[in-house]
C-alpha cells in the first residue's frame, strides 16, 4: 500500500515538472501582431470575409471589408486562408522572427465552383401535377373575370395596398426639393397660419365643393 502511494506520488511529480517545463518553453516564445491584407492575383482587388485560421489551434480571425487582417500568433505557426470563390492558400511564419510586429500580402487565385444540375419543378411530382391540372376551374369567361376584377371590395384592396409608381414618387421628391429651396434660411410654409389659404377654405365650404361625393 505504502509502495503504491509513493509511486502515484513520483509519477505526479514528474507530470508536473513535464508541464511546468512544456510551459515554460512556450511562454519562452514571442507572440507576433501579424497583420496583411488578402488580394485577389488576377485584379489585385481586396477580398472581403476571408477565413484566416492558426493551423492545428482553435484560434483565427476574418478578414473585413477591405481585405485587412491581424491576428496574434507565434514563430512557425501557419496560417490557412479561406474563401468561397477562392482557393486555399498557406503561409508559413518563420520560425527566426523576433519582432513584435509583422505585416504580409496574400494573394488567393480563383476558384471555379461548378455546382450539380438542378432541375426545377413548380409540382413535387408529375401525377400531382396532372391532378392539379386536371381540376383547373376554367368555367369562367374573360367578361366575368374581368367583371370580378371590378368589384368594389376589389378595388378597395387594390386603393388600400397599392403603392406609388416611379412617376408619383418623382414628383413627389421634387415638390419636397422645391419646398426645401422655397424655405431656405426659414421655417416651412403653414397654411394654417395663412390668412388667404382660410379665405380659399371658407370660399369652398359655402359653395359646397368639400361635400364627400
Not at 511546468?20 to 481586396?46: H, M, W, Y
Not at 501557419?78 to 492558400?89: G, N, P
Amino acid at each position: 500500500m505504502k509502495l503504491r502511494f509513493v509511486l502515484i506520488i513520483t509519477l505526479l511529480f514528474a507530470f508536473g515538472i513535464s508541464v511546468k517545463s512544456q510551459t515554460a518553453k512556450t511562454n519562452d516564445l514571442p507572440l507576433i501582431q501579424f497583420s496583411g491584407v488578402v488580394l485577389d492575383q488576377d485584379s489585385l482587388t481586396p477580398i472581403p470575409f476571408v477565413a484566416i485560421l492558426i493551423k492545428n489551434t482553435k484560434r483565427g480571425t476574418v478578414s473585413d471589408f477591405y481585405g485587412f487582417f491581424s491576428v496574434v500568433l507565434s514563430p512557425g505557426d501557419e496560417l490557412e486562408f479561406h474563401s468561397v470563390t477562392h482557393k486555399v492558400r498557406s503561409y508559413q511564419v518563420p520560425d527566426t522572427l523576433r519582432q513584435k510586429y509583422y505585416y504580409a500580402i496574400q494573394v488567393l487565385a480563383k476558384d471555379t465552383i461548378q455546382l450539380p444540375m438542378v432541375e426545377v419543378h413548380p409540382w413535387p411530382s408529375k401525377d400531382e401535377f396532372k391532378r392539379a391540372f386536371l381540376n383547373l376551374d376554367l368555367s369562367n369567361t374573360d367578361y366575368e373575370r374581368a367583371e370580378n376584377n371590378l368589384q368594389r371590395d376589389a378595388l378597395s384592396y387594390l386603393e388600400r395596398n397599392q403603392t406609388a409608381d416611379a412617376a408619383l414618387n418623382y414628383k413627389y421628391v421634387m415638390q419636397a426639393y422645391y419646398t426645401k429651396v422655397y424655405t431656405a434660411g426659414q421655417q416651412p410654409v403653414n397654411n394654417l397660419l395663412n390668412p388667404l389659404k382660410w379665405a380659399e377654405f371658407i370660399d369652398a365650404w359655402r359653395k359646397g365643393k368639400l361635400k364627400v361625393k
